[in-house]
């Protein structure tokens, strides 16, 4: 039975690949790329290298001969997995950052339930962190959604984690992957949001484990900033203009508590006229979940505080 199901696995190939998105962290990428390639799915994986200058290429293509890499003229951020996704050929395509794999027998399941759901576009794996292997809390937040799930084949979700998550490739595709503009720091929204208006579903996958040992090689505050920077320009591509502006004065608050305000207030403003030119307010039924989620969030962090609901 075990060879039967190996082979089962390697067949799988054909249907899913990976891209892994990584720049000047070349330890942790080969570790990486080990753990995928060790898979018994054998899927082809793909590396979006973001213009990195500490040999990462060179070393994959020495060292890694079956990992295809696509090398970005400049550090794109998020939109360097776009360069790979133009290179994937099968129907399904798994996403990992350098500091995360996905465990055996998560590709195939992954696959098995898409086929099986074809309103599902996207699905985001359990994310299971350092040695401890304690779960993510956006994760705990996934497991608990409060979104009607009737014919779904797991909690429905808003949204999902960029770095472990399978899409069908033409969905991908079709809300023209990540927003080069926005660089890194919560830009699956914008493209979650975008799968949402189209009819597309995102499901939570508790089977489906991604591991994620978090790299020391990360400029928290400015991730902060970069977070509350595209969360503005988010709400002004697609949300209602009372939403905008609150998540508007959020980004302000937090720019002015980091120091910034002045340089990076003015970044953000300046983008204005690019986001009134592509603004694309979604539908009433993805606000309505939106605000069903905020609103569940908002109840269990009353509980936690000890609140009354």
């Not at 979604?282 to 000890?306: F, T």
Request: proline residues 5%; neutral net charge.
């Amino acid at each position: 039975m075990k060879m039967n199901a190996y082979h089962r696995d390697r067949s799988l190939a054909h249907r899913i690949s990976v891209v892994v998105l990584t720049h000047n962290r070349a330890t942790e990428v080969m570790h990486c790329l080990s753990r995928l390639l060790a898979l018994p799915e054998q899927p082809g994986v793909i590396v979006a290298d973001n213009a990195s200058s500490d040999g990462t290429v060179a070393l994959i293509e020495a060292g890694l001969p079956g990992v295809r890499v696509v090398q970005c003229p400049s550090n794109l951020g998020a939109a360097g997995r776009n360069q790979a996704v133009a290179c994937v050929s099968t129907d399904y395509v798994a996403f990992c950052d350098d500091d995360m794999w996905w465990d055996a027998g998560a590709l195939a399941r992954a696959v098995r339930l898409l086929d099986a759901s074809p309103r599902v576009a996207v699905l985001s794996a359990r994310v299971l962190v350092g040695e401890s292997l304690e779960l993510d809390e956006t994760c705990v937040r996934m497991r608990n959604s409060p979104l009607e799930s009737r014919d779904l084949p797991g909690p429905q979700l808003t949204g999902y984690i960029a770095g472990a998550c399978v899409f069908r490739t033409d969905v991908f595709r079709a809300v023209g992957g990540y927003e080069p503009r926005l660089f890194i720091g919560g830009e699956e929204e914008l493209v979650a949001l975008d799968v949402l208006a189209s009819g597309g579903a995102i499901v939570y996958l508790d089977s489906a484990v991604v591991h994620h040992h978090p790299s020391p090689a990360r400029d928290s505050r400015l991730r902060r900033r970069l977070l509350a920077r595209n969360a503005a320009w988010i709400s002004w591509l697609r949300l209602p203009w009372r939403d905008a502006c609150f998540t508007t004065g959020l980004a302000f608050a937090l720019l002015w508590r980091e120091g910034a305000f002045a340089r990076d207030a003015l970044a953000m403003m300046s983008a204005l006229p690019w986001a009134l030119a592509r603004r694309r307010v979604v539908p009433p039924a993805v606000l309505e979940m939106r605000r069903q989620v905020h609103d569940a969030e908002l109840r269990q962090k009353k509980v936690d505080q000890g609140a009354p609901s």
